[in-house]
T-cell receptor
Framework: EAQVTQNPRYLITVTGKKLTVTCSQN?????MSWYRQDPGLGLRQIYY???????DKGDVPEGYKVSRKEKRNFPLILESPSPNQTSLYFC??????????????FGPGTRLTVL | SQQGEEDPQALSIQEGENATMNCSYK?????LQWYRQNSGRGLVHLIL?????REKHSGRLRVTLDTSKKSSSLLITASRAADTASYFC????????????FGTGTKLQVIP
């Protein structure tokens, strides 16, 4: 089954404790992306990657890191989480290769609380 | 903010009526997509319309795109209670930096 998976789905942590949210897709998509969703603000793009070893900042990259060492994985790293990073996070991939549909597929979301 | 603008922010209609949501933006786009989200859950892709297309249909959904006015609309015909959700437009910019930017969403309530 074609899907985007994220782990963990729920996480409560404390300020300053480094964490990583994993994201994996099994559709061989080149484009992957991370978003955060906050009430009243919709989804905002944090980082995106157009291919392996190619990443770029979205609209709200501060406090986050990403890496794209292989096509299927795109982890989101919070080196020193702060309470303002409490949010619902979504990973997504886009079918953007040859013969593409440009459809964006979303993971189920990770609800992060930073105390 | 570079986020797209959607209106209305909230819409309440009776079952069977049509619902129209609008999305405006300011950049040049590669494509524009519409999504549905049920109460904080994952997003479901509805329709994608490319910059060289003007209208697309999928079942009870009709999307239009006017690139001269930088706006798009989503029409849901013969609405059902199950259509109650938040609807978002998302544009993918054209050019080398292909960010995806979401609008702030329209919360639709369909009353049985």
């Amino acid at each position: 089954e074609a899907q985007v998976t994220q782990n963990p789905r729920y996480l409560i942590t404390v300020t300053g404790k480094k964490l990583t949210v994993t994201c994996s897709q099994n559709m061989n998509h080149e484009y992957m992306s991370w978003y955060r969703q906050d009430p009243g603000l919709g989804l905002r793009q944090i980082y995106y990657s157009m291919n392996v070893e190619v990443t770029d900042k979205g609209d709200v990259p501060e406090g986050y890191k990403v890496s794209r060492k292989e096509k299927r994985n795109f982890p989101l790293i919070l080196e020193s989480p702060s309470p303002n990073q409490t949010s619902l996070y979504f990973c997504a991939s886009i079918d953007s290769g040859t013969g593409r549909t440009d459809t964006q597929y979303f993971g189920p979301g990770t609800r992060l609380t930073v105390l | 903010s570079q986020q797209g603008e959607e209106d209305p922010q909230a819409l309440s209609i009776q079952e069977g009526e049509n619902a129209t949501m609008n999305c405006s933006y300011k950049t040049s786009i590669n494509n524009l997509q519409w999504y549905r989200q049920n109460s904080g859950r994952g997003l479901v892709h509805l329709i994608l319309i490319r910059s060289n297309e003007r209208e697309k249909h999928s079942g009870r959904l009709r999307v239009t795109l006017d690139t001269s006015k930088k706006s798009s609309s989503l029409l849901i015909t013969a609405s059902r209670a199950a259509d109650t959700a938040s609807y978002f437009c998302a544009r993918r910019d054209s050019g080398g930096y292909q960010k995806v930017t979401f609008g702030t969403g329209t919360k639709l309530q369909v009353i049985p």
